[in-house]
């Protein structure tokens, strides 16, 4: 099975900053999500990009997809102290199945 | 829309014992997703389930893992006997079927196994 890999590991920023991180995959996907996990708490869905798509943006969260790189990067503009968390992309297994599979994460902290 | 919904939120047990988590789907998901979350690493899937057949199980340890989604909706997951090892979180997921749906989180359950 194929996995995203986010890049950097950690990420430490003031509030106010734009956050970007990078997303690496291995062969052809048919969409990739990036999702948000608080402290303690599950999986939020943030974004689901298709294979067809370049760019799309919801509310301060920017993705971009380049599948001739194999690769997708998540800007967050503005940053707030609310954006610490771990983000995680998913891109789904081959063979139909479509499990979305996550790598290891990037981990965000936003100083107030 | 209700999210999915787990219990227990946290448990904590001493190894060798049987343990089971519980989850809820959004309605009308026809595709669950068991996933252990071990600290500091990204969700791993254990276990999908179409309505309420077994897709892929190829990374549950059978030998003391078991899943069940009666109905096709509810869905149970169990360890037993627990190792150490096991201490993770268990998240379930619930999306529409088909390819370019996004999948949804509960809020999972904090397993301590000592």
């Known amino acids: 099975s194929q996995q995203g890999e986010e890049d950097p590991q950690a990420l430490s920023i003031q509030e106010g900053e734009n956050a970007t991180m990078n997303c690496s995959y291995k062969?052809?996907?048919?969409?990739l999500q990036w999702y948000r996990q608080n402290s303690g708490r599950g999986l939020v869905h943030l974004i689901l990009i298709r294979s067809n798509e370049r760019e799309k943006h919801s509310g301060r969260l920017r993705v971009t997809l380049d599948t001739s790189k194999k690769s997708s990067s998540l800007l967050i503009t503005a940053s707030r102290a609310a954006d610490t968390a771990s983000y995680f992309c998913a891109t789904p297994t081959s063979g139909g199945s479509y499990i979305p599979t996550f790598g290891r994460g990037t981990s965000l902290i936003v100083h107030p | 829309e209700a999210g999915v919904a787990q219990s227990p939120r946290y448990k904590i047990i001493e190894k060798r014992q049987s343990v089971a988590f519980w989850c809820n789907p959004i309605s009308g998901h026809a595709t669950l997703y068991w996933y252990q979350q071990i600290l500091g690493q990204g969700p791993k899937l254990l276990i999908q389930?179409?309505?309420?057949?077994?897709?892929?199980d190829s990374q549950l340890p059978k030998d003391r893992f078991s899943a069940e989604r009666l109905k096709g909706v509810d869905s149970t997951l169990k360890i037993q006997p627990a190792k150490l090892e096991d201490s993770a979180v268990y998240l379930c997921a619930s999306s529409l079927q088909g390819p370019n749906t996004e999948a949804f989180f509960g809020q999972g359950t904090r397993l301590t196994v000592v």
């Open positions: 389930f179409q309505n309420n057949g077994v897709v892929d």
């Open positions: 062969t052809s996907i048919n969409n």
